[in-house]
Structures are given as C-alpha cells and as structure tokens.
C-alpha cells in the first residue's frame, strides 16, 4: 500500500526550451523541493540540457515526446511519476493535493485543472471543456501535468512510443485500470501555440487531430501534420463580371461597347 507521503518524481521532456527552462526547473525546485527532478532532452542544440543540469537530473534521449517520457520514467525513483510540460505553470497546491489524492486506493492517476496563461473567451472556452472532459471521460492531455503511480504505469507498459497523442492514449489506460483524480490545483499552459494560429482555428484543428488518431492514422502522421499547424484559408479572389452594362451605367459612359 502507497505511504502516506510517497516519493515523487517530476519528469520534464524538453526540445530547444533555452529561453524558459531554467526558470521553469527552478521554480518547480523551489516549489516542491521534496520531489525529484528528471528532465529527459530529445536532442536540443540550442542549449537547453545545459541550461537544465544545475536543477535536475538530465538524461539525453531520442527525440519524440513519448520516447522522453519513457526515458525519464525509466531512471525515476520515485512511487509517483508526474509528467510536467516546460512550458506550464504548476499550482503550488499540486503535490499536496496529489498526495491526498492517492490516499484513495481506487485512485490511479489523474492530472490538475487546465488554464492558460493568456485570458480570451476562447481560451476559456477550451480549458472549460478540457477539463469537463477529464472529469466525464478520463482523457487528460499532457498540458493537464498528468501523474501516475509508479505500479500502475509499469503494469500498463508505460507511454506509447508516439510521437503525438501519446499522453491522451495513455490517460485511457489509466482510466481503465482506475479512476482519474482531476484536482482543483491548476496547470497554466503556454498560449503561444493558439496566438501563432488563431486560437479557435487552432482548437477545431486539435479536435481533427484526435479524431484522426481514434480513426487509426499513424500518430507519426498526425506529428508531422500538427508540426505544420492548420491550414489557413486563402481568401477567394474576385472575379469581374462579364455582364454587359446596361445603358447610362459608369462602364457605359466610359466607353465600353457592347456588340
């Protein structure tokens, strides 16, 4: 049975993150200085692992984000592995609200409540929707700072070795083999995705996305077709009339003839 204050081990995936990651570990060293800190780099060449390795614990990998995950989770010690994107801002309620979670024996895992770090009523919208699904559905993405207990991952076999959508795979197998705690503590992504591409283009492309994947499609396609982002709509050129002008009209008294 899990202690009443288990071990836990924060694992962060990181590619080309130099502008924030420093702030980011050492926020969450300051934040929940009891945890271990994994961060597990896909190949940075803008030197991020540097930038990590005064604060945590840096293991180098192959790139693709469910191939990190399974990195950093295989050096782990801890009993609770928790997923944290290097762009999110965890609530410093989270740890204590994780541990009280799991005091529930039928609690697998679970994630907190999604906000973004830039106020819209789009943007609302989607954190609303994200978390009512979390809590009706069990389908948390990775934005949400999934956690896990340490047996339950291992005996689902881990993340996927996907390159995309492998956090919303893995959360439908926790939900299988348990329940989700969704926490009132909050996690608030970065918005900079949904600013480059308009943010409700962006959330139906997402919707796409995940339809796509629950139809079978490769998730190395849906990569590479999320990488390029949602296609943007080309305005429809004007085309000219060719009516003739009625008589007395500006193309008439310009001089325009009509045989």
Not at 167 to 195: K, N, P, W, Y
């Amino acid at each position: 049975m899990i202690e009443t204050r288990p071990a836990v081990s924060i694992i962060v995936p990181t590619l080309n993150e130099a502008p924030r990651i420093a702030a980011s570990l050492a926020r969450l060293r300051r934040d929940f200085p009891d945890a271990e800190l994994i961060v597990a780099d896909g190949g940075s060449t803008d030197g991020t692992a540097d930038l990590a390795r005064p604060h945590a614990h840096v293991i180098d990998c192959e790139r693709g984000r469910g191939r990190q995950l399974r990195a950093g989770a295989a050096v782990a010690r801890g009993e609770v592995l928790w997923f944290i994107h290097a762009d999110t801002i965890v609530d410093p309620r989270a740890l204590g609200q994780i541990r009280a979670a799991l005091l529930e024996p039928a609690v697998a895992g679970g994630g907190l409540s999604l906000r973004f770090d830039r106020d819209t009523r789009a943007l609302r919208f989607l954190a609303w929707s994200s978390n009512h699904r979390a809590r009706r559905l069990g389908q948390i993405f990775g934005d949400q700072a999934m956690f896990v207990r340490r047996d339950v991952y291992a005996a689902l076999g881990g993340f996927p070795d996907y390159p995309l959508m492998e956090d919303f795979a893995f959360s439908r197998r926790i939900h299988r083999a348990g329940r989700l705690a969704v926490l009132t503590a909050t996690s608030t992504a970065s918005a900079r995705r949904f600013e480059a591409h308009g943010t409700w283009r962006m959330i139906a492309f997402m919707q796409v996305i995940k339809v796509l994947y629950l139809a079978g499609v490769d998730p190395a396609r849906l990569a590479a077709l999320y990488r390029a982002g949602p296609p943007r709509l080309r305005p429809r050129a004007r085309t000219r009339s060719r009516t003739a002008p009625m008589p007395g009209s500006p193309g008439a008294r310009e001089g325009v003839s009509v045989d």
